[in-house]
C-alpha cells in the first residue's frame, strides 16, 4: 500500500525508469510544480533542461519530467542539454517557470549514504523549496 498520492506517483515512474532514485524524484517534484503553475497541456509545453554533465545519474531527471509533464523527447517538447548549475525551464506562454537545483542537495545526492530509495522517498516528502529556488516570468 502506498503511503501517500506522491508515494504511488514515485513508484509509477519508476516502471518507465525501472527504479526509485532521487534524480528521478526531483524530476517527478519538478513536473509537479510545472504543472501546478503553468497548466498540464503535454503537445504545448516545452521543458529544457540544463544539467551538470549529461550522464548517469543527472539524467534520471528527464524521466522524472517526462513522466509528469508529458514533455517527452519522442514529441521533441524536452531537451537535455550540458550546462552550469541543474535546473528545468518550463515555457508554456505566456509563462516560464525555471527551476534551480539547491547546489547543497546536488553535492548531499553526490555522496548520498542513505539507501536511493530512502533518498527519493525523502524528497517526495518534503517541500519542493528544499530542493529548488523557483523564478517565474513572462515570455
Known amino acids: 500500500m502506498y503511503e501517500s498520492a506522491l508515494d504511488k506517483i514515485l513508484e509509477e515512474a519508476s516502471i518507465l525508469h525501472s527504479h526509485v532514485g532521487p534524480f528521478l524524484a526531483l524530476g ?5 510544480r510545472a504543472i501546478e503553475v503553468l497548466g498540464y497541456e503535454p503537445f504545448k509545453m ?3 533542461l540544463i544539467l551538470t554533465e549529461k550522464r548517469v545519474p543527472y539524467t534520471c531527471f528527464a524521466d522524472g519530467v ?4 508529458g514533455c517527452t523527447l519522442g514529441k521533441g517538447n524536452i531537451e537535455i542539454v550540458e550546462g552550469s548549475g541543474f535546473k528545468a525551464v518550463f515555457v508554456l506562454k505566456p509563462k516560464v517557470l525555471e527551476l534551480k537545483v539547491r ?4 553535492d548531499e545526492l553526490e555522496n548520498c549514504k542513505s539507501g536511493l530509495e530512502a533518498e527519493a522517498r525523502k524528497i517526495m516528502k518534503a517541500s519542493l523549496y528544499e530542493f529548488f529556488e523557483e523564478k517565474l516570468l513572462l515570455e
Not at 517526462?66 to 509533464?69: A, D, E, G, K, S
Not at 547546489?103 to 546536488?106: G, P, Q
Open 46 to 48: 516545452r521543458a529544457k
Open 103 to 106: 547546489s547543497e542537495v546536488l
Open 66 to 69: 517526462q513522466f509528469i509533464t
Open 28 to 32: 517527478v517534484k519538478a513536473g509537479l
